[in-house]
């Protein structure tokens, strides 16, 4: 199956050798992706919701509907509920600072969790402090699951939101996240998800989720960089100030005054990535063709053939253990610096990631500088984690 998939991407016809295991950071392109915003900008350039001539209704109109076509992705019918922006980081930014941020006042609090990408843990923090709010952070125990009790416990009536991920980028923890934005709605908190790392393989429905807030990136989605959306619930559209301001977002502009358009259409200031969008619209066609079950389930067979390979080698210790898991594995090699181990497997063709993983104050508690992530996608086989294993005993050798 993986080599059914390695075919659909042009990637691999021009570096065949190439073990790619860096997809939590971002996923290679599809053919069809790549068609599609060569097709927009060869064919059909033209900025959007500014001209009466065809070329610039057609874009509006491709435009509009991957707005729609983003809307049922997630479940919804209402296109009301989807803007674009820039991606996951900018989509956090805008709840924080657009929504969350009016509402505050002294006595409130705003929770996420010790396991968030920096993306997700910084704009929270920031504003708490500018605010002069509790800013809370849950736990996580031995084996990286959250906890649920401490989760449970620092919620309260003065809670104004919960940020929380759905897949751990460095540790990989599926958390059970039905059961934590229960816990929130019961205390009248809303809740952020960020889906960076989920979106492409596992099942958004916001009717079954229930969450108020939803942000991913295309690039995490076999989509182009530099596009991601941000779902709001209809209770909350209107509460969604601009973001930036400019040209798009207006209804009408005085001397004395501006009036904006409601959200979505108050976060298109200026031209947005329109041949982004194009891509998105095909990345998410190709994953809707994708049988999600099965591809989790291929990419977990790996995940686990892969550690157990790893855990039979001396010195390398992987983090975490949580009771569900992605395609995610961060590992350490005794006095070996995971940066020095990233490049030897490089020298292999194989690419990973090492560092932080924009997670400093997860590994922080973990008492880790740093790691080397394996993370695994579609196009990944059992050969690929073979190579992997074998450079690093070499490497291990080498070393000693």
């Known amino acids: 199956m993986a080599n059914l998939y390695r075919n659909q991407f042009l990637i691999f016809d021009k570096h065949p050798g190439l073990a790619y295991l860096d997809n939590a950071a971002t996923t290679q392109r599809p053919k069809v992706v790549v068609e599609a915003i060569y097709d927009f900008y060869a064919y059909e350039n033209a900025n959007i919701h500014r001209g009466v001539y065809d070329l610039s209704n057609n874009a509006t109109q491709k435009y509009e509907a991957v707005r729609s076509q983003v809307a049922r992705f997630l479940g919804t019918e209402n296109a009301a509920s989807i803007a674009f922006t820039k991606g996951t980081t900018e989509s956090v930014n805008i709840v924080a600072n657009s929504f969350l941020s009016p509402t505050l006042n002294e006595g409130d609090n705003v929770v996420t969790t010790i396991m968030e990408h920096h993306a997700n843990f910084i704009p929270w923090q920031k504003i708490a402090q500018e605010k002069k709010v509790e800013f809370r952070v849950i736990p996580i125990d031995k084996n990286g699951d ?7 416990n620092l919620i309260d ?6 940020s929380v991920n759905h897949i751990s980028n460095t540790l990989g923890t599926i958390n059970p996240i039905e059961e934590i934005i229960e816990i929130a709605h019961k205390k009248g908190v809303p809740v952020m998800l960020d889906a960076a790392q989920s979106a492409a393989y596992y099942e958004l429905s916001q009717k079954k989720l229930q969450y108020d807030f939803l942000a991913f990136s295309a690039h995490k989605l076999f989509g182009p960089f530099g596009v991601g959306i941000l779902y709001v619930a209809d209770n909350y559209i209107e509460n969604i100030l601009p973001y930036n301001l400019g040209g798009g977002i207006i209804r009408e502009v005085s001397v004395e005054e501006t009036l904006f358009n409601n959200y979505p259409y108050n976060m298109d200031a200026g031209t947005p990535n329109i041949g982004g969008a194009m891509g998105l619209a095909a990345a998410i066609k190709f994953v809707s063709g994708l049988d999600k079950k099965e591809i989790q389930e291929n990419i977990n067979h790996l995940r686990i053939y892969c550690e157990e390979k790893l855990r039979a080698i001396n010195d390398v210790n992987i983090l975490g253990n949580p009771k569900k898991k992605s395609g995610i594995i961060s590992f350490t090699i005794k006095a070996i610096h995971p940066h020095d181990i990233a490049s030897f497997l490089n020298q292999d063709n194989i690419a990973v990631r090492a560092g932080m993983h924009c997670t400093q104050p997860l590994l922080n508690a973990l008492a880790t500088p740093a790691t080397v992530r394996v993370s695994f ?9 073979d190579r992997l294993v074998h450079s690093i005993k070499e490497l ?5």
Not at 157 to 162: A, E, M, P
Not at 377 to 385: A, C, G, M, P
Not at 396 to 400: G, L, Q
Request: net charge positive; glycine share 0%.
């Open 146 to 152: 959250l906890n649920l009790l401490a989760l449970n």
């Open 157 to 162: 009536r003065k809670t104004k939101l919960l």
């Open 377 to 385: 996608s579609v196009y990944n086989t059992k050969e690929e984690v």
């Open 396 to 400: 291990i050798n080498f070393w000693s």
